[in-house]
């Protein structure tokens, strides 16, 4: 098993860069992740469709905007990660969720290409893994696997790995929801704040533990944080 790195003060200097970035980035992907994984929950869960809702929510301009949000910051973190594992001496396996956000980053920037020459992309794909695999948990081990390696080379930081919309996000999702409803006012802010909190906490301890669960596959130390 391998042990977390420490880094010399050159490499410090990229992990700090990456830090910021990757938490923009990342912070951006997982408020639309929980925003999509809202209005998906909501419009499947109901059991009179056809009374309710005019057309699924996901067929909308927000919602089709949210997924592509979601994507292109997946594959900005993937690609600012993928530039720091070269600079501090790592791999893309030693990156925890990385190999599998690769594949999400081939895939979604040629989304219309016929085959794939890679063959670990292939695979995913042919096993429907772009749709199946949960982006959005990439993008939480991905990003915590840095702290990880902030933690170790006792870097302080205050952009902590959260899952959280902002209330602009939470609006957005009641737009959605009504637009796709024959009643523009079925869904209401103050409701889906409350949604949003429960489904936050869910995912985030969900994130949480397939996290750990491989960060100790990889790791003799474990995760420094819980």
């Known amino acids: 098993m391998k042990i977390i790195p420490v ?3 050159d490499q410090v200097v990229s992990l ?9 980035e990342s912070d951006f992907a997982l408020s639309c992740r929980l ?3 809202l209005v998906q929950w909501t419009f499947h869960n109901c059991k009179e469709k056809e009374k309710y809702y005019r057309t699924n929510p996901m067929n909308l301009l927000g919602a ?4 592509k949000s979601l994507e292109k910051s997946a594959i900005d973190t993937f690609s600012e990660i993928d530039e720091l594992i070269t600079k501090i001496g790592l791999e893309r396996g030693d990156i925890v969720g990385m190999k599998e956000l690769k594949n999400h980053r081939h895939f979604h920037s040629h989304t219309y290409l016929g085959e794939f020459k890679d063959k670990n992309v292939k695979k995913f794909v042919e096993e429907g893994l772009q749709h199946k695999d949960d982006m959005g948990l990439r993008v939480w081990q991905v990003r915590a696997t ?9 870097i302080p930081t205050d952009n902590i790995l959260r899952l959280n919309a902002s209330e602009a996000m939470i609006m957005t999702v009641v737009d959605i929801l009504n637009s796709a409803s024959h009643n523009s006012d079925a869904a209401n ?3 889906m704040r409350t ?9 985030m301890g969900v994130y949480a533990k397939s996290f750990q669960d491989e960060f ?7 995760p420094l944080i819980a």
Do not use: P, T
Request: net charge positive; charged share 20%; no cysteine.
């Open 7 to 9: 880094l010399n003060e």
């Open 16 to 24: 700090r860069a990456s830090d910021a970035i990757s938490y923009l």
């Open 35 to 37: 925003a999509l994984y």
């Open 64 to 67: 089709r905007l949210l997924q």
């Open 146 to 154: 840095v702290l990880q390696l902030m933690i170790k080379n006792k």
């Open 189 to 191: 802010f103050d409701m």
């Open 195 to 203: 949604m949003f909190q429960m489904f936050s906490a869910a995912l």
């Open 216 to 222: 100790v596959k990889l790791y003799s130390e474990g």
